[in-house]
Every structure is written in C-alpha cells, then in structure tokens.
C-alpha cells in the first residue's frame, strides 16, 4: 500500500507551492543566517526547476514578453553577462576570475523570482514574513540591551549578523509598519494603527541609539522624503525634509553619544587624515574606517581613470588593490577587495559599460515599483531608493544580506507589479 500511494503522494504535490514556501523560508531567514538562508536558497532553485516547465509558466511568460517591464529582469541577465565577458579580459588568474563573478550571480535570480510571483497570490504573506522576522530580532536586540546578561552576537543589541545589516532591514521595516498603521487608522482601526506606529518607533530608535549605521543615518532623509511624498504629495515632501534638516538631526544628536562619536570621528577624519591606533571608542573607531573608506575610494578613482571603457576586467579589484599598496604605510597599505561604493565596484570592472547598465536595471526596477499601487509599491519605492543611497558607501549588491534582500525584496514585489500590468493583456 505504501509503494503504491507515495508516488500519488508525490504527484499531488503543487510544485509552485513548494517554490512559494521555500521564497518565504528565505525571506524569514534573511535577517538571521547566511548558511541557513544560503542553503534555503539553494532549496528554493531546485524547487523552481519542475515550475520552470509547467505549461502555466509559459503561458505566463508569452504575457509578460508584452509588458514592458520586463526590463526589471533584463538589465539584470545584462549586467551578468557582460561580468562574464570582463572575465575574458582581467589580467589576473581565473580563480580571481570566478571570485569576482560569483558577486554577479545573484542578479540572475531576479527573473526567475518575477516570473514566478506574477502567478503567485502568496507575496503579501512573504513581506509578511519578513516583518514578522525582523521583529523577533528586533525583540532579541532590545533584550540584549536591556539584559546584557542574555547577549549574544557581535556586540550588545546585534543578536545576529551585523550591525549594518540589521539598521538596514530595521529602516526598511520601520517605514513599511508606519504604512501599515496610516492604512490601519484610515478604515478607523486605531488599535491596530498605534501598535504598528509603535513598532515602527521600536524599529527607528533602534537604529538611531542601539545599533547605528552610518549608511542608514544617510539614506534616512531621503527615505523620510519619499515616504512623505507617497502618503501626503508635495506638502508631505516638504514635512518631511524640513523634519529630517532641522528637527530630527538636532533631537537624535543631543539624545545619542554613541551616533556623535560615530559622526565626529568621520568629520575627524576627513579634516586630518592620518594612521592612528587601534579603537578604542566611537569616535576613533569611526576615524579609521572613514580613512579606509577614503583611501578606498581615492584609489578606485585611478583605477577607473587607467580603463574608463570596459575596465580591468572581472575579479581585477583585489589586485589593483595590492599594487597600489606597495610601499605604502597607513591607511594607503590596505589591501581590500571591496572600494566600498558599488558604482565603482562595476567599473572598475567592467568600466562605463557596465555602470550605464547598473543604473539602468536600478531606473528600471524604481519604474516597476512605481508602476504598483498601494503598500506593495510603496515598500518596493523605498528598497530600491535604499539600496541606491547605501550603494554610494557599500557594495550591497555585492553583500550577501543587503544583495539578497534587495533581490528577493524586487522580485516578489515586481512579480506582483507584472501580475497586476498582465491582466488586461491576458483579456485580450
């Protein structure tokens, strides 16, 4: 009876969703683990494989060849194809090669993540997911703050990952539950709306006095900005930026000293670049890594200058590196593998070319979200925006949780903004 009913078994399983669960453990695990979210990915593709063959899929991709917002996923296969080609050019070994390459593979993901949740109903519950996710974390960060005798992690109020990461997601969240709560108190669910309110001020002073990332404290502004536009046009713009240039800054600064020794040892550094010693506070900490960041970008800006067109090639970045730190002292010795700034993590590989196609798939993926009304579209908006600003000091397409989030983040949401674009065709 057993042989007989388990291939039944077998046969009654919905590959599609199968393929939804497993997006759904990514998403949950993204702000957690990079083994358990890189296994679960793995997962997750395999799934895809008998999607991929369903006759629902390819009727669904004969629609979408018609939207045009199938450049969402275009740009993306573009931009991996010409880091395959940089390989062929790159005058380092090939296993450097690869290296560089292996940055470049998420991207593909994009595509497979918009076709499949153009025919899923289950998007919602993944974004979902993922604020319920953050929020667990963001109750173990505030008990380690609280109890620092039941810290774990990097350092107090970091439970997992780091702390780059977990100001990112935190952000991202805090602006999705103050959406959640206006929608809340419009229909006149006020309980509803001030516990989410309440959520989002959970997530912001975090970010601003447990764990906060410099990045973040950037892209924030600019955050606010677009929020305020999406809820309230023009006059919410103006509130906004008036909020974020006067009296935000002014409260966080005289309320945090961990951010002012963090912003201090930056304009220090700026000021009076030098090598000093190992940190020991906010303020020198933050000094070091800004000279890093300096000297980071100092010397991406030659080795663009030196192959403007098509660059060094794939996985070129380490060794131009630690030429240029020969005989060099300070800051000016590190070698990295990382200029810290995406824009130039393309071109130095793979020069204006590839930037041209960079900035492309990022316009591309803003027009998708745009495109989508609603809560969807709004988060989408605001997680491309943040990973365009954060991309001015970080390679976060290239990072393991920021490039994740940000491909799952633009699939999904795309896959609901293709399905909402593809009804009147399937009509016709």
Same mark, same amino acid.
Request: glycine letters at 8%; proline letters at 5%; aromatic letters at 10%.
């Given at each position: 009876?057993?042989?007989?009913? /388990?291939?039944?078994?077998?046969?009654?399983?919905?590959?599609?969703?199968?393929?939804?669960?497993?997006?759904? &453990?990514?998403?949950?695990?993204?702000?957690?683990?990079?083994?358990?979210?890189?296994?679960?990915?793995?997962?997750?593709?395999?799934?895809t494989?008998? /999607?991929?063959?369903?006759?629902?899929?390819?009727?669904?991709?004969?629609?979408?060849?018609?939207?045009?917002?199938?450049?969402a996923?275009?740009?993306?296969?573009?931009?991996?194809?010409?880091?395959?080609?940089?390989?062929?050019w790159?005058?380092?070994?090939?296993?450097?090669?690869?290296?560089?390459?292996?940055?470049?593979?998420?991207?593909?993901?994009?595509?497979?993540?918009?076709?499949?949740?153009?025919?899923?109903?289950?998007?919602?519950?993944?974004?979902?997911?993922?604020?319920?996710?953050?929020?667990?974390?963001?109750?173990f960060?505030?008990?380690?703050?609280?109890?620092?005798?039941? &810290?774990?992690g990097?350092?107090?109020?970091?439970?997992?990952r780091?702390y780059? #990461?977990?100001?990112?997601?935190?952000?991202?969240? #805090?602006?999705?539950?103050?959406?959640?709560?206006?929608?809340?108190?419009?229909?006149?669910?006020?309980?509803?709306?001030? #516990?989410?309110?309440?959520l989002?001020?959970?997530?912001?002073?975090?970010?601003?006095?447990?764990?906060?990332? =410099?990045?973040?404290?950037? #892209?924030?502004?600019?955050?606010?900005?677009? /929020?305020?536009?999406?809820?309230?046009?023009?006059?919410?713009?103006?509130?906004?930026?008036?909020?974020?240039?006067?009296?935000?800054?002014?409260?966080?600064?005289?309320?945090?000293?961990?951010l002012?020794?963090?912003?201090?040892?930056?304009?220090?550094?700026?000021?009076?670049?030098?090598?000093?010693?190992?940190?020991?506070?906010?303020?020198?900490?933050?000094?070091?890594?800004?000279?890093h960041?300096?000297?980071?970008?100092?010397?991406?800006?030659?080795?663009?200058?030196e &192959?403007?067109?098509?660059?060094h090639?794939?996985?070129?970045?380490?060794?131009?590196?630690?030429?240029?730190?020969?005989?060099?002292?300070? &800051?000016?010795?590190?070698?990295s593998?990382?200029?810290?700034?995406?824009?130039?993590?393309?071109?130095?590989?793979?020069?204006?070319?590839?930037?041209?196609?960079?900035?492309?798939?990022?316009?591309?993926?803003? =027009?998708l979200?745009?495109?989508?009304?609603g809560?969807?579209?709004?988060?989408?908006?605001?997680?491309?925006?943040?990973?365009?600003?954060?991309?001015?000091?970080?390679?976060?397409?290239f990072?393991?949780?920021?490039?994740?989030?940000?491909?799952?983040?633009?699939?999904?949401?795309?896959?609901?903004?293709?399905?909402?674009?593809?009804?009147?065709?399937?009509?016709?």
């Amino acid at each position: 009876m057993f042989p007989i009913s /388990f291939p039944r078994a077998i046969k009654r399983i919905d590959a599609e969703q199968v393929a939804d669960a497993l997006a759904m &453990a990514v998403v949950i695990s993204l702000p957690w683990s990079t083994s358990v979210t890189a296994s679960l990915i793995g997962l997750w593709l395999l799934s895809t494989l008998p /999607f991929l063959r369903s006759p629902r899929l390819q009727k669904s991709l004969s629609v979408l060849r018609y939207a045009r917002t199938t450049l969402a996923g275009i740009f993306p296969l573009l931009l991996w194809s010409i880091a395959v080609l940089g390989m062929l050019w790159a005058d380092v070994s090939w296993l450097e090669r690869l290296r560089g390459l292996a940055g470049f593979h998420k991207l593909l993901v994009i595509p497979l993540l918009l076709v499949q949740f153009s025919r899923s109903a289950q998007a919602h519950y993944l974004l979902v997911a993922f604020l319920f996710s953050c929020t667990v974390l963001l109750i173990f960060s505030w008990a380690s703050v609280l109890w620092p005798a039941t &810290a774990w992690g990097p350092h107090p109020g970091v439970p997992a990952r780091d702390y780059i #990461a977990q100001s990112g997601e935190f952000v991202l969240c #805090a602006f999705g539950s103050l959406h959640i709560a206006l929608n809340a108190l419009k229909v006149r669910r006020h309980l509803t709306g001030l #516990a989410f309110a309440g959520l989002a001020l959970a997530f912001l002073i975090n970010v601003f006095y447990v764990a906060p990332s =410099r990045t973040q404290l950037v #892209a924030f502004p600019f955050l606010l900005v677009v /929020f305020g536009i999406q809820r309230f046009g023009l006059r919410g713009a103006v509130f906004a930026a008036l909020a974020t240039g006067t009296i935000l800054p002014s409260l966080v600064w005289f309320t945090s000293p961990y951010l002012r020794g963090r912003v201090i040892g930056v304009v220090e550094a700026i000021h009076h670049p030098q090598a000093g010693d190992p940190p020991v506070s906010a303020a020198n900490e933050s000094r070091i890594s800004a000279e890093h960041h300096l000297s980071f970008l100092k010397k991406s800006v030659q080795f663009i200058e030196e &192959a403007p067109l098509i660059g060094h090639g794939t996985g070129s970045i380490t060794e131009l590196y630690r030429q240029s730190a020969i005989g060099k002292t300070g &800051a000016d010795a590190i070698v990295s593998t990382n200029p810290h700034n995406q824009t130039f993590a393309v071109a130095i590989q793979l020069g204006v070319l590839g930037v041209i196609v960079l900035y492309a798939m990022w316009i591309s993926h803003a =027009r998708l979200m745009l495109s989508l009304p609603g809560l969807e579209g709004w988060v989408g908006s605001l997680l491309v925006i943040q990973n365009i600003i954060s991309s001015l000091f970080n390679s976060h397409l290239f990072d393991f949780t920021q490039g994740w989030t940000y491909v799952f983040g633009v699939g999904i949401i795309g896959g609901v903004a293709l399905q909402r674009i593809s009804i009147p065709i399937r009509r016709n």
